[in-house]
């Protein structure tokens, strides 16, 4: 069964610190990985998605890099702000699960503090 | 930009009602999703769509169908509802293999 896991759980920082969130994931044949932004009792969203056959992606202030062969991900998030706050998802595309089926972590709740 | 509306952000319902869940987008996308959202639980399928009339179950399909008539739009029904479907409900679409894209979530109260 594939699975996807989000460590630490919860995250406080100080504003403008750097900082990485973490995804791991059971079996390296993927499609793609997709992380996402969610804020309380809110819907999710796209912030970035990598290709199984890409390294990293970057979009402004975050970077995500894939690691396939450890089963790893991490969303680098640079110079962070209190608007950064929000739980961070990962979710995986595995070959096994059929290309609809998309395996979700539970997320890292982070909190920067002004 | 793409968008994925719910019918409703919140709803309150009783035991034993017949709920629709209702999800509308506007991208012609093939696949659309039903998620459930648990805390300590994270999303779990419930069922997803390929195709116009064309449906498949996900990870957690017992008490739930769903229909879709028109590529865009995706009902989850729940025949007769209980109070363990208490949650928040996530609906998404994509494009085939590429990324999806939520919709705001349904907060469902069954009491």
């Not at chain 1, 970057?58 to 062969?69: E, F, I, P, V, Y």
């Not at chain 2, 928040?88 to 919709?103: D, I, N, V």
Request: charged letters at 20%; glycine letters at 8%.
């Amino acid at each position: 069964k594939q699975e996807v896991t989000q460590i630490p759980a919860a995250l406080s920082v100080p504003e403008g610190e750097n900082l990485v969130l973490n995804c791991s994931f059971t079996d390296s044949a993927i499609y793609n990985l997709q992380w996402f932004r969610q804020d309380p009792g809110k819907g999710l969203t796209s912030l970035l998605l990598i290709q199984s056959s890409q390294r990293e992606q970057t979009s402004g202030r975050l970077n995500a890099s894939l690691d396939k062969s450890s089963g790893r991900s991490t969303l680098y998030i640079a110079a962070s702000q209190p608007g950064d706050s929000a739980t961070y998802l990962c979710a995986v595309r595995f070959h096994s699960g059929g290309y609809q089926k998309v395996t979700f972590g539970t997320g890292t709740k982070l909190q920067v503090i002004p | 930009d793409v968008k994925v509306t719910q019918s409703s952000r919140y709803l309150v319902k009783r035991t034993g009602e017949k709920v629709f869940l209702e999800c509308v987008q506007d991208m012609d996308h093939e696949n659309m999703f039903w998620y459930r959202q648990d805390p300590g639980l994270g999303l779990r399928l419930i069922y997803f769509s390929y195709d116009v009339k064309m449906k498949e179950k996900g990870d957690i399909p017992e008490g739930y169908s769903v229909s879709r008539e028109k590529k865009e739009r995706f009902s989850l029904i729940l025949e007769s509802a209980s109070t363990n479907q208490t949650s928040m409900y996530l609906c998404a679409s994509s494009p085939t293999a590429l990324q999806q894209y939520f919709g705001p979530g349904t907060r469902l109260t069954v009491t």
